[in-house]
């Protein structure tokens, strides 16, 4: 049993009203005090850790990724599409997947979030070419070794462009194999490891790539083990018109349809609702996670965050896939989150603390999770920690207001589950230019295998 005092932290954000300005005091993987203004801890102290040139987060968590797109950021066949025509461009690209190179992107997107303070990700993966059958428990493998928490999302794919849907039928899978799948991995991850790092979700890709029978089967199986549910909804307005033409439903009314709504769900992006919609979605306690990177590199539209939390819908935020963003770095990813929703809404209306808000409690409420995305007693002992010392921070007064507004960008330390992961800025798992050229060169294989 060590205790550690992250001590006199230069400005903490503890996502609640709780004031732990002179630090908090961790024991193993637990925050098992929050110090006061003027206090010292009551608990007995083994080490300190001097915080005074830093800003204490609890670890940003990261609610909707596709690791294995790092592999396509700023791809020319990609460039400059709408949604559903990027997507046309990409699949043959990623229907070229290896298990080698689909690793390398998994720990190279890890990688990356950590530096940027995120401690806690959840990935969709749909992506299932024929190589690629233990994609999941790759990436379950890959997040235990490097001691990440994160929520892996067993997506699908079930109607190719032969049966009306988007994807090309080689990264298509059968129903049946989707589900014994999803129940395989949901006994074979699901909160099985020591230190309660990994969650399992069900996740089918969208509702324009497979059939209202395994929407329908994938709600009753993630009923049945308590998992959450996950897929993109409302992301562009060619989605509703493709889900009226398709469905004879709007995208909303065809989720409620199969048996989708309710607080075990959240769902990628959630723009293009109407009033009466977002109402539903508050009233079920359905999850929301805001990607405003993706959103405007596709020119999608806004997430009417403000709306939905009123309606009482939690919101996340996610980085979303890196062929859409093309960053990992959920830090910055807060910073446009609060420059988009003051397009929406009044300056004073959307702030840089709703900001951090979304990407910490926000977040965890969206996952469902309870232990993490907040300071306080109990909570697992997950921490980023910035310092101001680039020159964008030169001349800053508020702390917390100008992480966002300068922009932060890399955390100087992160903990995850109680264990140092950065220190001095620095990946401590690993050599992270003998991972980049790893990554480097699979992109240049999966690319050239085109
Ligand atoms: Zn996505």
Not at 90 to 99: E, F, I, K, R
Not at 124 to 136: C, D, E, K, T, V
Not at 255 to 262: A, D, F, M, R
Not at 444 to 449: K, M, N, T, V, W
Request: hydrophobic share 40%.
């Amino acid at each position: 049993m060590t205790t550690i005092w992250i001590k006199h932290p230069r400005a903490c954000y503890t996502a609640n009203a709780q004031n732990a300005d002179n630090g908090i005091v961790i024991c193993n993987d637990r925050i098992v005090e929050l110090v006061a203004s003027g206090q010292q801890p009551n608990t007995v102290i083994d080490q300190t850790w001097d915080a005074s040139e830093h800003v204490l987060l609890p670890g940003l968590i990261n609610s909707h990724h596709h690791f294995y797109q790092t592999l396509t950021r700023a791809c020319p066949v990609a460039l400059n599409k709408k949604l559903f025509p990027w997507l046309q461009s990409l699949y043959p690209v990623w229907a070229g997947l290896t298990p080698e190179w689909h690793a390398v992107a998994t720990e190279l997107a890890l990688v990356e979030l950590l530096l940027s303070g995120c401690t806690t990700a959840a990935d969709h993966h749909y992506l299932f070419p024929q190589a690629l059958n233990a994609a999941i428990d790759q990436q379950a493998e890959i997040a235990l070794r490097l001691g990440m928490r994160a929520t892996l999302t067993r997506g699908s794919m079930s109607l190719s462009q032969e049966d009306g849907g988007l994807p090309p039928k080689e990264v298509v899978q059968t129903e049946q194999h989707i589900l014994d799948d999803s129940e395989r991995l949901i006994r074979r991850w699901h909160q099985q490891d020591e230190h309660g790092l990994l969650e399992i979700a069900l996740a089918p890709c969208s509702p324009f790539s497979v059939t209202q029978e395994l929407m329908s089967a994938t709600a009753e199986l993630a009923q049945q083990y308590r998992v959450g549910l996950h897929t993109h909804l409302a992301e562009t307005e060619d989605e509703n018109a493709f889900c009226i033409a398709q469905f004879g439903q709007r995208p909303l009314d065809y989720l409620e349809s199969v048996g989708w709504l309710g607080a075990h769900t959240w769902l990628a992006h959630g723009i293009h609702f109407n009033r009466e919609e977002i109402q539903r979605l508050g009233q079920t306690g359905t999850g929301i996670c805001h990607c405003p990177s993706s959103n405007m590199v596709l020119a999608s539209g806004i997430c009417p965050v403000n709306e939905l939390q009123q309606a009482g819908s939690p919101v996340g935020l996610g980085v979303d896939g890196s062929a859409s963003n093309d960053h990992s770095n959920l830090m910055q990813e807060v910073r446009q989150a609060l420059l988009i929703q003051r397009l929406r809404y009044p300056a004073d209306a959307f702030s840089h603390l709703d900001a951090l808000q979304l990407a910490t409690k926000g977040s965890a409420s969206v996952l469902n999770r309870d232990d993490i995305g907040e300071l306080a007693v109990g909570k697992k002992a997950d921490i980023a920690l910035f310092k101001l010392d680039e020159p964008r921070f030169s001349g800053a007064h508020d702390a917390l207001a100008a992480l966002v507004l300068c922009g932060a960008q890399r955390a100087d330390a992160v903990m995850v589950n109680g264990s140092w992961k950065v220190q001095q800025g620095q990946w401590l798992g690993g050599d992270i230019k003998e991972l980049m050229q790893r990554h480097q060169s699979a992109a240049e294989q999966l690319l050239s295998a085109t």
